[in-house]
């Protein structure tokens, strides 16, 4: 069997557009600034780790990247395209543009969040029903196929409530898979399981890399941010503090605020 | 002391039939009505406009902070000097649907507040619109958890239409009463409604305790 392919046909952006490019990203809580200015640019295929302690705003910059997040100010786009234009005329309109945004940017969360009422076959449907409108016996296929990238072919029909957290994970992770986007969000992805299953999910996140898929992946496990990844981050107090190959960014960091944390982070 | 007997009630069994019937119309007809305008009310309570919200949170304050009687008497009494006339069945529906309304209303807001926020999230996140995510996500999830809430009011409205023989309304009590007056037994009359009315809400707690379980192993409403 041929290995299916986890990225969308490569859209009209124009070649060497970075899938993500942030520029001046800012997120503030009331008064409380989270996220300080993020540039990041990320290219087409690679996978990108983001380290960094607990309130460094790791999670809010992903979840700004698809506006589950409000940002407060900056620009964010997605294969060349902002996600604000700031010409759309109502608030409907932008809704949907957001919308569309969003379809085309996977997220899986730390808690898993599969719809509870649903098995693992209606949730991976369920976009591909609602969103994408496929006819259903389309859409299943598609789902069937795609829990079997993530070895989960042999739930199809649990409950989340009936699987593990691995199990379970996995299964978000074909749900946002199968939407085909072209960039995918983990945000600690394995931070939630037992240890016995963070590698399974691991797993799974390895070889989606290796099929060429757009990652960006905030994560507490530094050894898959070092094997994994084509780029680590370490971010602090709302700030990219280094940003450098993963070898070197792990052994020789040239910051301060970095080796103190990596140095935490190895006791 | 005339002993308890049933006997002289015999013949009046149509009549208790017929009131029977007229207690599950007046109910279920309510319980429609209370579904819907509960389920936005609810909605209405959540709503991002506050205007809304306000007229929201009065009508619940309001059916709850009045008797179901004078909220009955009121429509069907009150409304005509206002020069609104509304015949005694189709007020006496209004008055009770409302009235439950009131109730489920925060029994469906529990509900829907009681859905994880990471559920929306992840509809969100797919790319499913406000409505999408509120209608395939959050709504089956707020319903399971209003059940048993719920069930509990569907059984208060059963036992609320019996206010309606108030208001000449032939339902059960109705026809109990009357059928008092010519008999003479209200202890065996009363025992008897008493009995039909336990055994319609034990039915419907049977019915909520069975979509309960249905619900947990995931199917259903799912």
Known sequence: ?267 | MIGISFTPLIPYIPEFLRGIRATIIYASVSLCLACVVGLVVAMARRSAAAPLRWVAQGYVDLIRGTPALVQIFFIYFGLPALGIYIAAPLAGIIAIGLNSAGYLAEIFRAGIAGVDGGQIEAGRSIGMSRNQTFRRVVLPQALRLAVPAAAGEFTSLVKGTSLLSTISITELTRVAQQVVSVTFRPIEAYLAVALVYLVLNTAISQASAWLERALRRGEGLA
């Open chain 1, 1 to 267: 069997m041929t290995p299916l392919p986890v990225t969308a046909a490569k859209p009209a952006a124009a070649p060497g557009h970075p899938v993500l490019r942030l520029r001046g990203l800012v997120k503030t809580f009331k008064t409380h600034p989270v996220l300080c200015g993020i540039d990041l640019d990320v290219a087409r295929g690679s996978t990108v780790a983001i380290i960094g302690p607990s309130g460094s705003g790791k999670s809010t910059l992903l979840r700004c990247i698809n506006h589950l997040e409000k940002p407060t100010a900056g620009v964010i786009e997605i294969d060349g395209k902002p996600t604000e234009s700031h010409t759309s005329a109502s608030r409907r309109e932008r809704e949907r543009e957001l919308n569309a945004m969003r379809a085309t940017v996977g997220m899986v969360f730390q808690r898993f969040n599969l719809f509870s009422h649903r098995t693992a076959l209606a949730n991976v449907m369920e976009g591909l029903l609602v969103v994408k409108r496929l006819p259903r016996a389309e859409a299943r296929q598609a789902a069937l196929a795609m829990l079997d990238r993530v070895n989960m072919a042999h739930k199809v029909d649990a409950h989340p409530a009936q699987l593990s957290g691995g199990q379970q994970q996995r299964v978000a992770i074909a749900r946002a898979l199968v939407m085909q986007p072209s960039l995918m969000l983990f945000d600690e992805a394995t931070s939630a399981l037992d240890p016995e299953m963070v590698q399974e999910v691991l797993n799974v996140m390895r070889s989606l890399s290796e099929d060429g898929l757009t990652m960006l992946v905030v994560t507490h496990e530094m050894g898959f941010a070092r094997e994994v990844a084509d780029r680590a981050i370490f971010m602090d107090a709302g700030l990219v503090i280094e940003d450098d190959v993963p070898e070197r960014l792990f052994t020789r960091p040239q910051r301060e605020r970095t080796k103190a944390f990596l140095r935490n982070v190895r006791r």
